[in-house]
T-cell receptor, first 114, second 116 residues
Framework: DTGVSQDPRHKITKRGQNVTFRCDPI?????LYWYRQTLGQGPEFLTY????????KSRLLSDRFSAERPKGSFSTLEIQRTEQGDSAMYLC????????????FGPGTRLTVT | GNSVTQMEGPVTLSEEAFLTINCTYT??????LFWYVQYPGEGLQLLLK?????DKGSNKGFEATYRKETTSFHLEKGSVQVSDSAVYFC???????????????FGKGTKLSVIP
């Protein structure tokens, strides 16, 4: 078990460009979550997948954001037409089913929009 | 909706001092409660959890007790070390009424610095 991995770890992009991040969850985990963490704040929920189905999206997830989890394995988060307000740490977490099953977090992708 | 409030930081303590970080929550259902820790330059790690009232979670000398009557989950450690310097997040997981998500709701985090 190598844990949750995310790629890239850091991304610097110019305003207006598109970016895509990847998350590889722990292999047997069927639930996958994306969160966003800005400086000095706790992570905020963005979206959640159960297997390949995206079942919940936060109001924070504007129409510039899209996430996929083909075949219920890795997931991608794409941000189109990036804005400076998108600068944040994007965290991925995975878990087994159930509220008592803790979520395991990846190291995050730090996005800086210039 | 769900929310978590934890004490503002930063907190600076001398080594071997007693630590308390207060956390209170509001939840629509019956949540599970967690403390996560983020060491400098690293990702979030689960420190401890409790899933029902009066449960005590413990790990690495840290403890927290799920108090339903006061909606609290305060983190304590009897003797902190320099290596405990990190940001600590209180969080809850509650069944979302919609899609069955157990998304976490986090507090803002409390930065702890322990000096020798």
């Amino acid at each position: 078990d190598t844990g949750v991995s995310q790629d890239p770890r850091h991304k610097i992009t110019k305003r207006g460009q598109n970016v895509t991040f990847r998350c590889d969850p722990i292999s047997e985990h069927n639930r996958l979550y994306w969160y966003r963490q800005t400086l000095g704040q706790g992570p905020e929920f963005l979206t959640y997948f159960q297997n390949e189905a995206q079942l919940e999206k936060s109001r924070l997830l504007s129409d510039r954001f899209s996430a996929e989890r083909p075949k219920g394995s890795f997931s991608t988060l794409e941000i189109q037409r990036t804005e400076q307000g998108d600068s944040a740490m994007y965290l991925c977490a995975s878990s087994l089913e159930g509220a008592t099953y803790e979520q395991y977090f990846g190291p995050g992708t730090r996005l800086t929009v210039t | 909706g769900n929310s978590v409030t934890q004490m503002e930081g930063p907190v600076t303590l001398s080594e071997e001092a007693f630590l308390t970080i207060n956390c209170t929550y509001t939840a629509t259902g019956y949540p599970s409660l967690f403390w996560y820790v983020q060491y400098p330059g690293e990702g979030l790690q689960l420190l401890l959890k409790a899933t029902k009232a009066d449960d005590k979670g413990s790990n690495k000398g840290f403890e927290a007790t799920y108090r339903k009557e006061t909606t609290s989950f305060h983190l304590e450690k009897g003797s902190v070390q320099v290596s405990d310097s990190a940001v600590y997040f209180c969080a809850l997981s509650d069944l979302d009424s919609g899609a069955g998500s157990y998304q976490l709701t986090f507090g803002k985090g409390t930065k702890l610095s322990v000096i020798p």
